[in-house]
């Protein structure tokens, strides 16, 4: 909906409450055209009811807002005395319209002074609980949101297991898009693997001021801004509008921002001609092919701590050069490259069959495997006295699952660009060449529409040969950079789709540890950022946390006696 759509919507819904509530508002002792004046109109019944004022701007807060209305709702009904399970039902079940019969219908007198405590345990119960969920939406909304790594693409700084909070008001809170959601979850609710959500009807985008922007090598929380998927447990067979806010959450460091060139070359990273100098926490890997000279045993992998491998198939030199082989081969689509000719070791890609696979009688090499390590390990294993050889696997090639997944720009995961990050406000030269890159942004992220004749170029009906964004971009890489999927594959993400700053790893859990030690102990309440290694202030929480039961254990007695 549009800002304009959404203010007639707003209008039609002062005009239904104010004839809905009028001559309760007089039964109470105020003006009837007071209920007719939007927010003023809300003040008031807050005063009807007996609740504190500030409740109104509960009222206005996305989400928050599904759960104040109700409550609202079958307060007022209460306000007049119809206090019963019945009224509490026909007020919900109604969405409020159970008022129209107490206006007009029902002669109820207004209980200025009620008692605003439940009756029964149970309506305690239930206040307690619907304030609880408020409160905690509210601070996950806008706030500090919980978030758990479940990649190894910022493995090193983030391990899969970590449970995050991630600040919103470093960059500034979104206020959520979707307005009829399912409290504190994401896309999906849990359990019953349902959507969480209707897509319509949407808010505008808005976001609060941030204390601060990002900055080159920040770790930051986004919407993957190509999510498609229905939910997060199904595969993405199908297209499927998702709103931004919906969108599935992604962690990667930003290493490009509005306004840069970045390229990449041989896996690292250069802005503006210079080489991304990285955080002394923030420890690239690549895949590297190692052979040795005796078969690989788990106490090599773990000498290294090894996490991330792949075998290398083995194949007979007869097969190797049968022609009528390498035929198949390329009929299906698949390759076979030598990795080593000594002992004829050789990568498979592509689709084959099992039986097929079978057939050509592949073994697994003992001593030659593909394995993902950070550079400072590499000298170390190459001194190793098992080792015959490591080297890295390069991409050399044009991948066309890489953006912007068209032949013309000839980029690999490896070797990239150079591309220019869009800023909001700055003109670019729009011609065929350069469309690739930025046709995503202009249908996708800012809306307008394309298309294309020969050479020439239209803009919303309008012949054009340049373009102004309208938003900020950035460019997301994970450190894992061989095992990633990241801003080579997808692009650039706009603004709008960020989250907010991951401050905080508050727990850490090894699923591959046995009894305690799946815990990571050491990793529990350690920040983010900063440099050094990171240290843990999960002791001085606990002394913290014992202060604070104590004291409020000898201030219940001190106020008992």
């Known amino acids: 909906m549009t800002i304009t759509q959404w203010v007639i919507f707003f209008f039609i819904v002062q005009i239904i409450h104010g004839l809905g509530t009028w001559k309760l508002y007089v039964k109470a002792g105020r003006q009837a055209w007071e209920a007719f004046i939007p927010v003023y109109n809300a003040v008031i019944l807050m005063k009807i009811i007996n609740r504190p004022w500030w409740w109104t701007i509960l009222l206005f807060v996305p989400i928050v807002n599904l759960i104040m209305f109700p409550v609202v709702w079958v307060e007022t009904s209460r306000s007049f005395g119809k206090n019963s399970t019945i009224d509490t039902l026909l007020a919900v079940i109604t969405f ?122 920040d770790i930051v929380v986004f919407n993957w801004p190509v999510d498609t998927l229905y939910n997060m447990y199904k595969p993405a067979d199908k297209k499927y509008y998702k709103p931004i806010d919906k969108r599935t959450n992604y962690v990667k460091r930003c290493v490009g921002l509005p306004g840069d060139s970045l390229s990449v070359k041989n896996g690292y990273v250069y802005i503006n001609g210079k080489q991304n100098v990285l955080p002394d926490r923030a420890r690239l890997q690549f895949f590297y092919t190692v052979e040795t000279k005796t078969p690989v045993d788990q106490s090599f992998l773990d000498t290294y701590e ?188 706009p603004f709008d789709h960020v989250v907010g700053k991951p401050v905080f790893v508050w727990m850490s859990w090894d699923t591959n540890g046995k009894g305690l030690n799946k815990i990571r102990w050491e990793r529990l309440f350690t920040t983010v950022g900063g440099s050094g290694k990171p240290v843990s202030y999960f002791i001085p929480f606990l002394v913290v946390l014992a202060g604070w039961f104590g004291f409020s254990a000898w201030r219940k007695k001190r106020k008992a006696k």
């Open 306 to 493: 090894i996490k991330e491998y792949t075998r290398v198939y083995t194949l007979a030199a007869d097969v190797w050069e049968n022609e009528r082989i390498q035929e198949y081969l390329k009929q299906n689509q698949a390759a076979l490259d030598v990795v080593s000719k000594d002992s004829l070791t050789v990568g498979l890609s592509g689709n084959l069959s099992q039986e097929v696979f079978n057939q050509l009688k592949f073994g697994i090499s003992p001593t030659v495997l593909n394995v993902n390590v950070t550079d400072d390990l590499v000298d170390k294993i190459r001194s190793d006295s098992r080792v015959k050889s490591i080297k890295k696997i390069p991409s050399t090639t044009w991948d066309p699952s890489i953006f912007p997944r068209d032949a013309h720009f000839d980029f690999n995961n490896d070797n990239f660009g150079p591309i220019y990050i869009p800023q909001a406000g700055k003109t670019i030269d729009l011609n065929i060449d350069v469309l690739p890159l930025y046709k995503r942004i202009i249908t996708e992220y800012e809306g307008h529409k394309l298309s294309v004749n020969g050479n020439q170029i239209s803009i919303d009906g309008q012949i054009t040969n340049s373009y102004t964004f309208s938003q900020d971009y950035y460019w997301m890489m994970g450190d894992n950079r061989n095992n990633s999927l990241d801003s080579r594959s997808w692009g650039y993400v």
């Open 96 to 217: 409020g319209f159970y008022n129209y019969y107490l206006n007009y219908f029902v002669d109820v007198e207004h209980i200025k002074d009620r008692s605003l405590h439940p009756k029964t345990g149970l309506g305690d119960w239930v206040s307690s609980i619907l304030f609880a969920i408020v409160a905690a939406t509210i601070v996950h909304t806008y706030f500090i949101q919980p978030f758990t790594i479940p990649t190894s693409s910022l493995e090193k700084t983030l391990l899969i297991g970590d449970f995050l909070f991630v600040s919103k008001v470093h960059y500034g809170a979104r206020t959520p898009m979707t307005t009829v959601a399912a409290p504190m979850v994401h896309d999906t609710i849990p359990i019953a693997k349902v959507k969480s959500y209707l897509p319509h009807p949407q808010l505008p985008y808005f976001r609060f001021p941030g204390f601060e922007d990002i900055e080159h090598n």
